[in-house]
């Protein structure tokens, strides 16, 4: 008996303090935002915090679907939510690799998605190839594409603390100014 297609949520904490997290793999500002995510859920406490990650793929950056697909794929393995943090770590780690220059030239033009996959999996220390070709793994992809575009969102990186976008939180502020707009 196999067992059935399940993709862990990119959860991490429990508390009252919805943090989410709207990034897209390759772009440099979500990068930046993504390694935050230790030092937030450390200061924050997760008793006090739980931080979503959104994946917010974007057609201006060239492979964004196979990285946010590859994210997903290791989020189905068993190790879940830490296999899809080790991938995205390894896109961040080495984002030029996943990304074109100018968005449209440089030696990704000939690259394909099998190469890209991996490149991801020799980073991560992963096996993805077989997750990211499950058919039922398009119901997770689109999900975050649904959920991003029901909330207003179309760029990377956007927050949302407690189902509220927070237009004036960005990568660039100190993990203490997202806390900051935490509820008391």
Request: aromatic fraction near 8%.
């Amino acid at each position: 008996m196999t067992k059935p297609f399940s993709a862990a949520p990119l959860v991490w904490g429990h508390g009252p303090a919805v943090f989410e997290m709207f990034l897209e793999p390759t772009c440099p500002f979500s990068v930046k935002s993504f390694n935050k995510l230790d030092e937030l859920l450390e200061k924050a406490g997760p008793d006090r915090i739980t931080v979503k990650l959104r994946l917010q793929s974007q057609p201006w950056h060239m492979f964004s679907g196979v990285i946010v697909r590859a994210i997903l794929a290791a989020s189905c393995l068993p190790d879940g939510k830490e296999a899809a943090k080790k991938v995205m770590k390894a896109v961040a780690d080495h984002r030029e690799e996943f990304e074109f220059e100018k968005h449209s030239a440089g030696p990704n033009m000939d690259t394909t998605p099998a190469q890209i996959i991996a490149r991801i999996e020799a980073y991560a220390g992963l096996k993805l190839a077989a997750a990211f070709s499950v058919p039922e793994l398009q119901t997770e992809v689109k999900w975050h594409a649904k959920y991003a575009r029901q909330n207003g969102i179309h760029v990377s990186p956007t927050f949302m603390v407690n189902g509220l976008i927070e237009p004036k939180l960005s990568s660039g502020d100190a993990v203490e100014d997202w806390i900051a707009k935490l509820p008391v």
